[in-house]
Nanobody, 131 residues
Framework: QLQLVESGGGSVQAGRSLRLSCAAS????????MGWFREAPGKSREGVAS??????????DSVKGRFTISRVKNEGHIQSLDLQMNDLNPEDSGMYYC??????????????????????WGKGTLVTISS
């Protein structure tokens, strides 16, 4: 079992930055494809950024050039999955979730993944952007 715990959310004004982190524990030695997803009130959950087991990265069009995903590993063990978010706008508001799935999933597949495609989910961290 893999446990994921998100942190770093908060309330900031438009144009500011936030850095989210997803700490991994448990079965961290396995190869996972991972991603960040967000869910805004009244909207379905969407993939924001993903990083597959081979290191390929994909971003949603709405965040390209503003968000950067990265992964910290230590001797093959996943430690964290981070999301640097710059130039935030109110449309970026929502609950942000970290997820991990089968290492055979490509970054593009993770980005478009539904809830049941990914094997592990964190409980989320709330991001609120005011104009």
């Amino acid at each position: 079992q893999l446990q994921l715990v998100e942190s770093g959310g908060g309330s900031v004004q438009a144009g500011r930055s936030l850095r989210l982190s997803c700490a991994a524990s448990g079965a961290t030695y396995q190869h996972y494809s991972m991603g960040w997803f967000r869910e805004a009130p009244g909207k379905s959950r969407e993939g924001v950024a993903s990083l597959d087991a081979d290191g390929r990265i994909a971003y949603a069009d709405s965040v390209k050039g503003r968000f950067t995903i990265s992964r910290v590993k230590n001797e093959g063990h996943i430690q964290s999955l981070d999301l640097q978010m710059n130039d935030l706008n109110p449309e970026d508001s929502g609950m942000y979730y970290c997820a991990a799935g089968n290492g055979l999933l490509t970054a593009s597949q993770v980005l478009g993944a539904g809830y049941w495609t990914m094997d592990y989910w964190g409980k989320g961290t709330l991001v609120t952007i005011s104009s």
